[in-house]
């Protein structure tokens, strides 16, 4: 691979990696959010106290979908993750590349 493909590919996969982590920022963000929500919806349920309540019911099950979304950001971190994993082997990869491409530039062979 010659030095000038092996640079954008270094550059592509540097920007593919820091979308990837900008994603992941995103979820935890959300996950966040999402905790703060369902704790406090906890604290809500426990606060009325009547578990016959339309009010409690109507928390719960509002707590429950926030629950399952927080399983489907979970879900999706892992994915991301995962293509993180592949992307920064894949860089180190081309990193080794674009090195041996330098060397073999700037040896000269005497003989």
Known sequence: MGFLLAFSRKMYLTAYVNHLQGKL????TQKLSL???ISEMA??????GNSDS???KQLE???IELENLDKQLDIKMQKIQTQLQAA???L???????QQNIQ?????NVG
């Open 25 to 28: 920022n995103d979820i935890q």
């Open 35 to 37: 905790l703060e929500n």
């Open 43 to 48: 604290t809500q349920i426990s606060d009325i």
């Open 54 to 56: 339309p009010a409690v």
């Open 61 to 63: 099950a509002r707590k």
């Open 88 to 90: 920064n082997t894949e």
């Open 92 to 98: 180190q990869s081309s990193d080794q590349m674009l």
């Open 104 to 108: 073999r530039s700037f040896t000269y």
